[in-house]
C-alpha cells in the first residue's frame, strides 16, 4: 500500500522543473514512519545530483502522508520503522518507486 500510495502522489506531483529541464534521476530515501503512520523523519541518503529531484522526493513523502498505522504483528516490537528505497525519476515525467 505505500508503495502504490507514493507513486500515485509522486506521478500526480512531478516537479514542474524537472519537466522543462527534462532532467532525471535516481534517488535513495529513508523515510522513518511511526507506529500511527506519521512520519518521524525523511532523508536523502544518496542524492540524485540534481536538487529538485532530491527535494521533490522529500516533498512527495510529506505529500503522501499520513500513512496507514503499521500492522499489530510489526507495531508490538517496532516503534519507527525505517523504509530505504530508491526514488527513480524518469525520463517521460514518470517516477518509479523500487
Known sequence: QW??????????NYPEDARRQSLS???????A????GSIDRVEVVQSSGHRILDDAALRIVD????????????SDSVDILHITRTW??????????R
Open 25 to 31: 534521476g535516481n534517488v535513495v530515501v529513508t523515510v
Open 88 to 97: 527513480q525519476f524518469l525520463p517521460g515525467n514518470v517516477l518509479r518507486y
Open 3 to 12: 508503495v502504490g500510495k507514493v507513486e500515485r502522489i509522486g506521478n500526480l
Open 63 to 74: 505529500l503522501a502522508s499520513p500513512y496507514q498505522p503499521l500492522p499489530m504483528n510489526i
Open 33 to 36: 514512519i511511526r507506529r500511527d
